[in-house]
């Protein structure tokens, strides 16, 4: 039933908006229980890890990259195809050393796209959401027409200016969306498809170089 009501979705999202270049989307998750690491060992890790994105960005591969704060952070690679994410990020000194869980999932643009950030890099920071379809035997039914709904409330947020990323995780559900300013969490919140149990969401800070969605 699942899978039927995610191509469902699918079909829906396809008429809505138009981008339908696929790309993976990395999320480097926080270790709850970290190993202990010497500092000097943690330094030495992440300036690999730093030097690895660098290298990935200059090939094309990687096209965004950020921080958390707290702790993790994303990446946006060039590909489709989860293995070659995987052996991409397998060059990773962090990845190596198991800093972070790794989550790999397809992602396609519905608002904005990537673009390569103007050097010397600007950092600014924005809310990050996350939202997560959680189908239920009170959701099933009418999930499609949910999400009908959730896609037009973000397309109604996205005219005030304030959106500057939104997309889907491919065949999985849910997708993200990256704003400027300051959050209201209530406006978030009134999103019909978590007023009506379908969805769950969760909030971070994102640092990231501007301009890496072609925002101004």
């Not at 339908?20 to 943690?42: A, G, I, R, W």
């Not at 690895?52 to 958390?68: D, H, S, T, V, Y």
């Not at 704060?69 to 994303?74: A, C, D, R």
């Not at 397998?90 to 103007?118: H, M, N, Y």
């Amino acid at each position: 039933m699942k899978n039927v009501l995610v191509s469902v979705l699918l079909l829906v999202c396809c008429s809505l908006y138009a981008q339908d270049k696929q790309y993976s989307f990395v999320f480097l998750h926080k270790k709850t229980n970290p190993e202990p690491m010497p500092k000097e060992q943690v330094d030495k890790l992440m300036e690999g890890h730093m030097a690895n994105i660098n290298r990935l960005a200059k090939e094309g591969k990687l096209l965004a990259a950020g921080p958390f704060e707290g702790g993790g952070g994303i990446f946006i690679l060039n590909t489709k195809s989860t293995e070659e994410a995987k052996q991409w990020l397998s060059t990773d000194p962090g990845v190596q050393a198991s800093r972070w869980d790794v989550e790999i999932l397809p992602f396609t643009f519905r608002i904005a796209s990537p673009c390569k950030a103007p050097e010397p890099y600007e950092m600014v920071t924005y809310e990050f959401i996350r939202f997560d379809a959680v189908v239920s035997k009170f959701t099933s039914a009418t999930y499609p027409e949910i999400m009908r709904k959730h896609d037009a409330f973000l397309k109604q947020l996205s005219a005030t200016g304030n959106v500057v990323m939104e997309g889907i995780f491919g065949q999985h559900d849910g997708g993200i969306l990256l704003m400027r300013g300051d959050l209201q969490r209530e406006v978030i919140e009134a999103d019909p498809g978590l007023q009506e149990g379908l969805l769950e969401i969760s909030y971070k800070k994102l640092w990231i170089a501007k301009g890496s969605f072609c925002e101004k």
